[in-house]
Each structure stands twice: as C-alpha cells, then as structure tokens.
C-alpha cells in the first residue's frame, strides 16, 4: 500500500447520515445471511470516484468463536471480503463494469496493520482506479478502526457469468 493517508478525509463523511442501511445494500449486492459484511453505506461519490461504508461487528458474530478463542479477531479474510463487498455494491449501483455481476478478481499490495475485535466498527474506503469496461475494476481501499489503520490494498474485480452460475446451480 502506498500511502497510509486516508483515501478519503474523515471530515468528507458522516458515519451517523446513513445513505444505504442492509436493505439497500440488498439491492445491489447478493450475499446474505452470514456473509453479508457490510452494515451500512455513508458517503457514496461518482465524481471521485469513492464510497464509504462499514461493517459493525458484534459478540455475536459467527467468527468469534473459532477466530481465536479467547482472543477473537475479525479473520483479514472478511476484512477483505467486506471491502470487495463495498467494491461491488458501488460497480453494481453505477454500472462501471456493464455486468450483471462482480466477482473477486484478486488481491494485490494487502497489509494488515492492526486487528478488529468483537463490538468494532470497521470503516471501509474503496477508490475507484482502473475501469475496463467488461473486463475488470481496480480499486484502492482501505479499513479503519477509531480512524487507526488496519487493513489496506487493492481489489481487483471481473464480471462473472451469472446466468451460466445459477443454470450450474439449478442442475445440481
């Protein structure tokens, strides 16, 4: 990761004006149940290229208990998961990639700098930085706790043949 300044300023967002709480999420993005990492969406901006989001975990979460007892940690995994997830709601919103559906392309550049635990709330900040349109979306993103950095690098995105997906899963 290049840089340790946010990608976008604190001061450009507001985590208490919500602009998309879980259902709106839903409406773009299909994970459910367990896997969805986001909890709500607070700056979305077309014009730069960014969006704004995060995840709050909770003693309930299903890592918590395996991920580690004793000491849970939110597993960079799902930090990772949850910032593709923020990727893909705003390439969905926007229509940047002129795809049905994103999928995971790849990670490249990913530090971990410090841990999310149980009752966090992980802020999430994704730039958009290579479109091509059809083929793959490139973003920056980073993840914050307190406004501490925890998890940063880029995520690449590719459009996934849905159709051919759900066809595969009808047919057992």
């Known amino acids: 990761m290049a840089s340790k300044e946010p990608l976008v300023p604190f001061s450009d967002y507001n985590l208490n004006v919500v602009m998309a709480g879980q259902e709106g999420i839903r409406q773009y993005n299909p994970q459910r149940h367990d896997m969805e990492l986001l909890t709500a969406i607070v700056l979305e901006d077309v014009n730069r290229g ?99 950095l925890v998890v940063g690098g880029q995520i690449r995105g590719i459009p996934l043949p849905a159709d051919a997906l759900r066809a595969a899963d009808a047919n057992g």
């Open 50 to 148: 960014v969006i704004v989001g995060y995840l709050d975990t909770s003693p309930d979460d299903f890592w918590v208990r395996g991920h580690m007892p004793g000491m849970p940690l939110l597993p960079g995994v799902l930090m990772c998961e949850a910032a593709a997830q923020l990727a893909s709601y705003y390439v969905q919103k926007y229509d940047v990639m002129g795809a049905e559906m994103m999928g995971f392309g790849g990670l490249e550049e990913v530090r971990f700098r410090g841990t999310v635990r149980p009752g966090d709330r992980l802020v999430i900040q994704c730039k958009q930085i290579r479109v091509r349109r059809g083929a793959l979306v490139i973003c920056q993103f980073q993840g914050y706790v307190d406004q501490n």
